[in-house]
């Protein structure tokens, strides 16, 4: 049973959107800190934004005021609604569940327990 499930990756230009969904039957995500990471050919995955169970948020730098992440709850459902994309988020990303009603160290990879299988983001200049 695959934990975490991604979808609505694409290629769009730069100045566009894509929204992001992450399923999962194995969490309860009004429970839990859950993360988006990414990660780009050669380079390490990191952290682009996270939730706790509370609401509380957290962006990376580079993405801050032009992605959102949220839940739906009912639905068991992580999105990240990413605006006003640029070349430079081109990437694979990741959603990924950390067991605690905190994000602990929030944007380290090794924090989180079960990931699931990317989906792919390209953006055109």
């Known amino acids: 049973q695959v934990p975490l499930v991604e979808s609505g990756g694409g290629s769009v230009q730069a100045g566009g959107s894509l929204k992001l969904s992450c399923v999962t039957s194995?969490?309860?995500?009004?429970?839990?800190?859950m993360g988006w990471f990414r990660q780009a050919p050669g380079k390490e995955r990191e952290g682009v934004a996270a939730?706790?169970?509370?609401?509380?948020?957290s962006y990376s730098e580079s993405v801050k005021g032009r992605f959102t992440i949220s839940k739906e709850n009912a639905k068991n459902t992580l999105y990240l609604q990413m605006n006003s994309l640029k070349p430079e988020d081109t990437a694979m990303y990741y959603c990924?569940?950390?067991?605690?009603?905190?994000?602990?160290?929030?944007?380290?990879?090794?924090?989180?327990?079960?990931w699931g299988q990317g989906t792919q983001v390209t953006v055109s200049s």
């Open positions: 990924a569940a950390q067991p605690s009603w905190y994000c602990d160290r929030w944007s380290e990879p090794l924090r989180y327990s079960d």
């Open positions: 939730l706790e169970a509370r609401g509380l948020t």
């Open positions: 194995v969490y309860t995500i009004s429970s839990i800190c």
